[in-house]
């Protein structure tokens, strides 16, 4: 019974989250939720607590009221390292990828595997950066390019390929799409599909709705720190959506 | 197949993709020797005593490379190292060992490079300007201690002794700084380019928070950083005083720039995330050749500063327009 009531349940589950920064109550008692599978568009104006929001679930910033479920369990994450030791993993637009480095060693910051003294293992490194990188369908010329050489679209193919190497269960996207020429967009919206297919949940934040309207399953619209809209996307259209967005609230 | 050699071999993790240093080393070796008098560049002599005194600045640029790399700067390594002259010389005459004083002086510099690195961790300001003040601040400190008076070592330390031979002798004619200088740099270079602290050095210096998010502990990869400075401004200030018989306030004075320019000579980004250890050994090297160079070709010593800031620019331009031409590949 235990068993079923865990696969019924969201991957994640937010409840009436608030947080405040001084005197600013950024969020307003926030209920979010994200399924396996699921690809959710997250929408807002300028200032309207997506990335407050992202923060709270990364493990950056703690809520200062509400609850969050992840596979059914209750969590209070102090550190982004929690989140992503429990599969969260957060890949923002240009904070992801060190650009002087090699793409391999991109893949494995911070989570180098060594042999004896320290050393890296240069060829594990290697090997599974490529495999990694093939897994999402992006296929480079060697795992030695530096990342400075790379188009917008592969760095964030990179960024998306390393969240699914470590296991990722939710993959957070902060405005993956922004800066990027028609033909990137596409690649990176390629990248997300494939996510989604390895049973990855995917957040997807971004100001161009189009860019959503492709991929996402469902988009939440945030605006003052309150949730004013949450709606599958085959219910609603773009042109609703930049109204809600606009005018900042639901229905009327 | 289409892979380049160069890759092959991961070599652009040396960054030696950038050829401009290895060229103009060989360049300004065949320059000297072409124009010195009688060829004096390339006498066995002076090379001898290139060897043997590049080292003293070497070892310590070994250290500000490495943490350019990581994107911080150190000012203060030229009165850490005449302090730890003068706590290893205090220690000779308070009786104790010269191996044990050597071996104790290590940590010190070590310790006052934490201090570096962690007000620099802790006020968020720029290195520039907390080493700065650090480097006042010691340099007053040493002055007043020491009362400028140079201390002679020679009762503690002989120049035939053992102690002085391991770090001022010679193997088959080859001076024993030189060799010092090579062991650290392969050893630290090894460290830098192919092990986990070391991507973690590249990925701080590169871009911090990208490094941050992926979990790598960038204020304690500067404090560490700041540490492996302070530890090798110890060595050189023992190696020199040993060299020299005394200790001397005047030590170190001029190599907070010295280093800068000799790192960034290798190809080092003053920005960080750029650098290799070959390149900074070069560097080392070419500074000193210019220095030597020009005054055996008869420019006066007060005048080869001009030509060092002339070769620091040149090498700079040299740099960027090499290192535009891999990123636009």
């Known amino acids: 019974m235990n068993q079923s009531n865990e696969n019924a349940q969201p991957l994640l589950q937010m409840r009436g989250i608030h947080k405040w920064f001084g005197r600013v109550h950024a969020l307003r008692g926030v209920d979010f939720d994200i399924d396996r599978h699921e690809i959710v568009g997250l929408c807002g104006d300028n200032g309207a607590g997506k990335s407050t929001l992202i923060k709270v679930i990364s493990g950056y910033h703690r809520a200062e009221q ?21 599969g969260i993993e957060t890949v923002y637009q240009d904070q992801a990828l060190a650009p002087h480095l090699s ?18 293992d240069q060829k594990l ?6 495999q990694a990188l093939a897994n999402i369908g992006l296929h480079l010329r060697s795992p030695n390019v530096m990342i400075s050489n790379l188009s917008g679209g592969q760095r964030q193919g990179v960024a998306i390929a390393r969240a699914i190497h470590f296991k990722a269960k939710l993959v957070i996207l902060d405005e993956p799409t922004i800066a990027l020429a028609v033909k990137e967009v596409r690649e990176v919206l390629d990248f997300v599909r494939r996510l989604k297919s390895e049973g990855v949940a995917v957040i997807f934040i971004t100001h161009t709705l189009h860019h959503i309207f492709d991929v996402a399953d469902r988009i939440v619209v945030l605006a003052h ?6 709606i599958p996307t085959r219910e609603t259209t773009v042109d609703e959506l930049s109204d809600i967005i606009v005018r900042g609230t639901y229905g009327d | 197949m289409q892979t380049s050699i160069a890759e092959r071999l991961n070599l652009r993790s040396l960054n030696l993709a950038s050829l401009t240093t290895p060229v103009v080393f060989i360049a300004a070796i065949f320059i000297f020797w072409l124009v010195s008098p009688e060829h004096r560049f390339t006498d066995p002599r002076n090379l001898a005593a290139i060897a043997k005194l590049t080292p003293d600045l070497g070892v310590v640029a070994l250290g500000i490379g490495i943490l350019m790399i990581c994107g911080e700067f150190d000012l203060s390594i030229a009165s850490i190292l005449p302090l730890c002259s003068y706590i290893f010389t205090q220690l000779l005459i308070a009786g104790v060992n010269p191996f044990l004083a050597f071996i104790l002086v290590l940590p010190i510099g070590a310790a006052f490079g934490f201090l570096n690195g962690v007000l620099v961790v802790l006020t968020r300001l720029p290195s520039f300007i907390i080493t700065l003040s650090t480097m006042m601040f010691w ?10 008076m140079p201390i002679s070592i020679l009762r503690y330390v002989p120049s035939d002794s053992a102690f002085a031979h391991m770090l001022t002798g010679q193997v088959a004619g080859i001076p024993l700084q030189f060799l010092w200088l090579l062991f650290l740099a392969v050893i630290l270079g090894i460290m830098l380019h192919y092990s986990k602290f070391g991507n973690w050095i590249f990925a701080t210096g590169s871009h911090r928070e990208a490094a941050l998010a992926m979990g790598v502990p960038v204020s304690w990869v500067k404090i560490i950083c700041f540490m492996i400075v302070g530890a090798l401004c110890a060595f050189s200030a023992v190696m020199q005083s040993a060299r020299l018989g005394s200790f001397a ?13 000799a790192v960034v000579v290798g190809g080092t980004s003053l920005m960080g995330g750029v650098g290799s250890m070959v390149g900074i050994v070069l560097g080392v090297f070419i500074i000193q050749i210019i220095d030597n160079g020009l005054i055996l070709s008869g420019v006066p010593v007060f005048g080869v500063n001009t030509f060092i800031g002339i070769a620091i620019i040149f090498f700079v331009i040299l740099n960027n327009m090499t290192n535009r031409q891999f990123a636009s590949e």
């Open chain 1, 66 to 86: 509400g609850q969050m479920f992840f596979e059914g369990q209750e969590v209070r994450f102090s550190s982004p390292r929690e989140a992503r030791a429990l």
């Open chain 1, 103 to 120: 793409v391999a060693r991109n893949i494995f910051m911070g989570r180098e595997p060594t042999m004896a003294l320290g050393l890296m």
């Open chain 1, 125 to 130: 490194m290697n090997d599974q950066s490529m």
């Open chain 1, 225 to 230: 720190g309150e949730k004013i809209a949450d």
């Open chain 2, 139 to 148: 340099r007053g400190v040493l002055y007043v201690v020491s009362g400028l």
């Open chain 2, 249 to 261: 306030a005047t030590q170190g004075i001029g190599f907070e720039l010295r280093a800068i320019a």
